[in-house]
């Protein structure tokens, strides 16, 4: 395959297929990159898509993702809350992040999904929010149904965040209590309620090459636009904690495949970011063009200030 063929054709409205991705995986990864580089380059000049993210409720999860620090079935270091009923505190994340030039705000809570209480808090905190904010909302409350996700729309919220984690065949072996087929009719089901998705993946979970270009295709077909590229934060506790942190040029290559595939997206480097010695900043030059900044659910993040020094460095704008 000639890499250089391929790139331009991208450019040129081409959309590449499913055999063509797999053929990429053997390429040098510092072409792949530079390659994918200019295709974000291309799609998306240099605008950089930031957003944050709020701990609205922690822990005592039903699930059994196996990654995950607030699933009950494991016992992990976390420090557990149901789901927070304070307006101006959130407000305050809010408007911080807003003066800070990020452009997305998201509440997330833990659990297969929220009762109406709970729906009922969420969309107060979120109506504060829109009513003094310009910040744009978003939503990552689990499994909802159509009449929750109204009432989320009508309180200002504009994208759901959910998530498909892998690929269709790997994806049993990573959760068992509910199933592939459950994240994509969650996420159809929010595309027709007008909603827009935020949807991508953890790597490093012990998945192959194949199964993280399978997520890419379903992301693709379902026309998602943002991307989150999470990188395992092994969990003392889970039934992973003991697996191998990805390297740096794995997420690089990841970055870049995803790009070839998914042109046009915000490639939203999310989960983990914190484990490159680099902070992300090669991935950044590799095809993604987002991320998550400040602290993360029940772990650090990065700076908000260092990001955006970095991001300033690099020549990107927000």
Known sequence: MNLQNLKN?????????REEADALIDSPVEALCRSANEIREHFCKNSFDLCSI??????RC?????FCAQSAHYKTDISEFPIINDKEKILKEANYNQSKGIARFAIVT?????????VDIACANFKAVNDKCRIALCASLGFLTREQLKALKEAGVKR??????????????ICTTHTYEDKIRAIKLAQSEGLE???????????????????????????????????LS????????????????EARKIAALFRFILPEAAIRMAG??????????????????????????????IGVDEDLSMLKEIGFTY
Not at 62 to 66: A, M, R, T
Not at 110 to 118: A, I, M, T
Not at 197 to 226: H, Q, Y
Not at 276 to 292: E, M, T
């Open 234 to 249: 092994a969990v003392k506790g889970t039934p992973l904690e003991n697996q191998k942190p990805l390297s740096i040029d």
């Open 54 to 59: 709020f701990n609205g409720k922690c822990g």
């Open 62 to 66: 039903p699930e059994d993702c196996k």
């Open 110 to 118: 833990s659990g297969h999904g929220l009762n109406s209480e709970e």
């Open 272 to 301: 983990g970011r914190g484990l490159l010695p680099d902070k992300g900043r090669s991935v950044f030059l590799s095809g993604a063009n987002a991320c998550i900044t400040g602290d993360l659910l029940t772990t650090a993040g």
């Open 197 to 231: 998705v935020c949807s991508g993946g953890i790597f490093g979970l012990g998945e192959t090459w194949p199964d993280r270009i399978d997520l890419a295709f379903e992301l693709r077909e379902l026309g998602i636009k943002s991307v989150p590229i999470n990188i």
């Open 9 to 17: 054709d991208i450019i040129g409205g081409y959309k590449i297929t």
């Open 160 to 173: 759901i965040h959910c998530n498909i984690e892998t690929g269709k065949r790997f994806f049993g072996q």
